[in-house]
């Protein structure tokens, strides 16, 4: 998907029509404040989905954007299955970047406001990753077919492996990946609850007679077993979890995300996708599944201790943002990246290129 030349391409792929107008009274913004996007303002809240830098969701419905480096391996495209009735892809790239904004309709007639709010993303600033080489041969990251499209590539070891190419969600608590299709195999790690995982290939009947997908884990080829990888996201009705209004916004530790948990009709506390959250005090918050740890006080973003800032462009002029200082000599954009000051009115970012002061 390397593109030639500065021109931004919008692509948008969609499995239905707008039919009516809702009313539109909310905005989200990614915790690094490179895109915006409205959504319906009724029940409408961020959810957690790995490999995306936001995620919404109402209980039914979800939104999942997702930013990749222009020549990185890309998800496929996504198309409706047996839990979403349709879905719609707004794909925003530059010869830098890519953004992919994938909406998923439980039903029908929520289709029009799904499909509205996929197009409704302003992307604020540009630039803020470069593309990467990609390999002779190749075309981009994405495989080009459908999700659950699949052919027969040969066999690995006994089992014959199919090629697929689509992004899963886990549906275990905490599955294993293992080395090899078979519960024999060495473990190599473990996937959970909701986690995003890119699979690429499928055996009917692996080494021990069970159905596996391939997946990359971290890098390496590794198994699941199929009936813990979903198609599509869940949601918390699906799961029969009934949500009331109140809600808590919450902020990993590790700095990576943010989710809107509610409390239920239970008086446990879960997010759209149905993810249990266990209040541990002092606004402190445990999600579940993995374990990992949630705050209620948000982060703090360069741009509130800056002492000094300035925006900058690239040398075409195509793609600007704003850096901000400490005082000291140490500047980052609003991703956290650091920047050397040349001391002539240009800045170097992480990966090498100069920007230039505006004005």
Same mark, same amino acid.
């Given at each position: 998907?390397?593109?030639?030349?500065?021109?931004?391409?919008?692509?948008?792929?969609?499995?239905?029509?707008?039919?009516?107008?809702?009313?539109?009274?909310?905005?989200?913004?990614?915790?690094?404040?490179?895109?915006?996007?409205?959504?319906?303002?009724?029940?409408?809240?961020?959810?957690?989905?790995?490999?995306?830098?936001?995620?919404?969701?109402?209980?039914?419905?979800?939104?999942?954007?997702?930013?990749?480096?222009?020549?990185?391996?890309?998800?496929?495209?996504?198309?409706?299955?047996?839990?979403?009735?349709?879905?719609?892809?707004?794909?925003?790239?530059?010869?830098?970047?890519?953004?992919?904004?994938?909406?998923?309709?439980?039903?029908?007639?929520?289709?029009?406001?799904?499909?509205?709010?996929?197009?409704?993303?302003?992307?604020?600033?540009?630039?803020?990753?470069?593309?990467?080489?990609?390999?002779?041969?190749?075309?981009?990251?994405?495989?080009?077919?459908?999700?659950?499209?699949?052919?027969?590539?040969?066999?690995?070891?006994?089992?014959?492996?199919?090629?697929?190419?689509?992004?899963?969600?886990?549906?275990?608590?905490?599955?294993?990946?293992?080395?090899?299709?078979?519960?024999?195999?060495?473990?190599?790690?473990?996937?959970?609850?909701?986690?995003?995982?890119?699979?690429?290939?499928?055996?009917?009947?692996?080494?021990?007679?069970?159905?596996?997908?391939?997946?990359?884990?971290?890098?390496?080829?590794?198994?699941?077993?199929?009936?813990?990888?979903?198609?599509?996201?869940?949601?918390?009705?699906?799961? $029969?979890?009934?949500?009331? =209004?109140?809600?808590?916004? *919450? %902020? #990993?530790? +590790? !700095?990576? &995300?943010?989710?809107?948990?509610?409390?239920?009709? $239970?008086?446990?506390?879960? =997010?759209?996708?149905?993810? *249990? %959250? #266990?209040? +541990? !005090?002092? &606004?402190?918050?445990?999600?579940?599944?993995?374990?990992?740890?949630?705050?209620?006080?948000?982060?703090?973003?360069?741009?509130?201790?800056?002492?000094?800032?300035?925006?900058?462009?690239?040398?075409?002029?195509?793609?600007?943002?704003?850096?901000?200082?400490?005082?000291?000599?140490?500047?980052?954009?609003?991703?956290?990246?650091?920047?050397?000051?040349?001391?002539?009115?240009?800045?170097?970012?992480?990966?090498?290129?100069?920007?230039?002061?505006?004005?």
């Amino acid at each position: 998907m390397k593109l030639n030349g500065k021109l931004l391409a919008i692509l948008v792929i969609a499995s239905g029509l707008a039919i009516s107008t809702p009313v539109w009274a909310k905005e989200f913004k990614t915790q690094d404040g490179v895109m915006t996007i409205e959504a319906p303002d009724k029940g409408w809240g961020e959810t957690q989905a790995k490999d995306a830098v936001m995620a919404l969701t109402d209980g039914k419905n979800k939104i999942v954007v997702q930013h990749y480096s222009n020549g990185a391996q890309l998800p496929a495209i996504t198309v409706a299955d047996s839990n979403y009735a349709q879905t719609c892809q707004n794909i925003i790239s530059t010869t830098d970047e890519v953004f992919i904004i994938t909406g998923f309709a439980a039903k029908q007639d929520s289709f029009p406001e799904i499909q509205k709010s996929v197009q409704s993303t302003v992307i604020n600033k540009y630039g803020t990753k470069k593309a990467v080489k990609v390999s002779s041969g190749t075309a981009g990251g994405s495989s080009g077919k459908a999700s659950g499209s699949t052919e027969k590539t040969g066999s690995s070891g006994s089992s014959g492996v199919e090629s697929t190419s689509f992004t899963g969600w886990v549906k275990g608590t905490q599955v294993n990946v293992r080395s090899d299709c078979t519960v024999n195999s060495d473990i190599l790690g473990q996937i959970y609850l909701e986690d995003t995982v890119s699979v690429t290939g499928y055996v009917a009947s692996g080494k021990d007679g069970a159905s596996w997908y391939q997946i990359d884990y971290n890098g390496k080829k590794g198994y699941a077993a199929e009936e813990y990888i979903s198609r599509s996201p869940s949601t918390a009705e699906q799961k $029969n979890i009934g949500l009331t =209004d109140e809600c808590v916004t *919450l %902020y #990993s530790v +590790n !700095g990576d &995300g943010a989710a809107y948990v509610y409390k239920s009709t $239970n008086g446990n506390w879960y =997010d759209g996708s149905g993810r *249990l %959250y #266990s209040p +541990n !005090g002092s &606004g402190m918050w445990t999600l579940t599944t993995d374990g990992t740890t949630w705050t209620e006080e948000a982060p703090e973003s360069p741009g509130d201790s800056a002492e000094e800032e300035v925006v900058v462009e690239d040398e075409d002029g195509y793609n600007s943002m704003t850096l901000y200082g400490d005082g000291a000599g140490s500047w980052s954009n609003i991703a956290g990246g650091d920047y050397t000051d040349n001391g002539d009115g240009t800045w170097t970012g992480p990966d090498g290129t100069v920007w230039y002061e505006v004005g």
